[in-house]
């Protein structure tokens, strides 16, 4: 069985740090893209980073750039998602997300606020 179990969420103050973790079970988890995505109420799901299968290769929304920082590593079945100098714009659930071709995993999302 396919899961993806997200965790790290939570309420912060703007300027302030959260680590997402995401941990993956029931699939060859090394053969996978996996992202980040995150949404809002009433917006659709934007992706905010993406790592590609051994690491080797990351890409960023605009809007979080600098800011975050996407990890993996394939002996834990994890990825992590590190997120600096959060903002108020950033308060969203944010999804784990495993890609491989037509293969597609999303997990139960980890809701974030950031506000003071």
């Known amino acids: 069985q396919v899961q993806l179990v997200e965790s790290g969420g939570g309420l912060v103050q703007p300027g302030g740090s959260l680590r997402l973790s995401c941990v993956a079970s029931g699939f060859t988890f090394s053969s996978y893209s996996m992202s980040w995505y995150r949404q809002t109420p009433g917006k659709e799901r934007e992706l905010a980073a993406t790592?590609?299968?051994?690491?080797?290769?990351?890409n960023y929304a605009d809007s979080v750039k600098g800011r975050f920082t996407i990890s993996r590593d394939n002996a834990k079945n994890t990825v992590y998602l590190q997120m600096n100098s959060l903002k108020p714009e950033d308060t969203a659930v944010y999804y784990c997300?495993?890609?491989?071709?037509?293969?597609?995993?999303w997990g139960q999302g980890t809701q974030v606020t950031v506000s003071s």
């Open positions: 997300n495993a890609e491989l071709r037509m293969w597609n995993y």
């Open positions: 790592i590609s299968k051994f690491g080797g290769s990351t």
